[in-house]
């Protein structure tokens, strides 16, 4: 039996230059993807106001009592007040949205 080396190398580079490609297509796509949400979390995070209202992450809805470095403080009712992560809220509820 005889190979032909010529186009088995051939074959096999142009399958390592494809696979090349799609990993550099990968890294730029998530880099984009990864940037886009890492700016969308730090305009939650500068919103984050005494006073606004925000929705967590296991759908609790309050308000902000004090803002800390790390942590908030939100009533959630009258007399009821969570200290809570940053990291928690998933959403910070415009006045349109909280009504």
Do not use: C, P, Q
């Not at 730090?42 to 309050?62: A, H, N, P, Q, T």
């Amino acid at each position: 039996m005889t190979f032909d080396w010529n186009t088995i190398f051939w074959s096999s580079f142009t399958i390592v230059v494809m696979i090349i490609l799609f990993l550099i297509f990968y890294y730029i796509y998530s880099a984009r993807a990864m940037k886009k949400s890492r700016t969308a979390m730090i305009e939650r995070l500068d919103s984050m106001k005494v006073g606004k209202e925000v929705l967590f992450s296991g759908g609790i809805k309050g308000k902000i009592t004090k803002v800390g470095e790390e942590y908030l403080n939100v009533e959630v009712s009258k007399g009821v007040e969570f200290t809570i992560s940053k990291l928690a809220v998933s959403e910070v509820l415009s006045n349109k949205k909280a009504k």
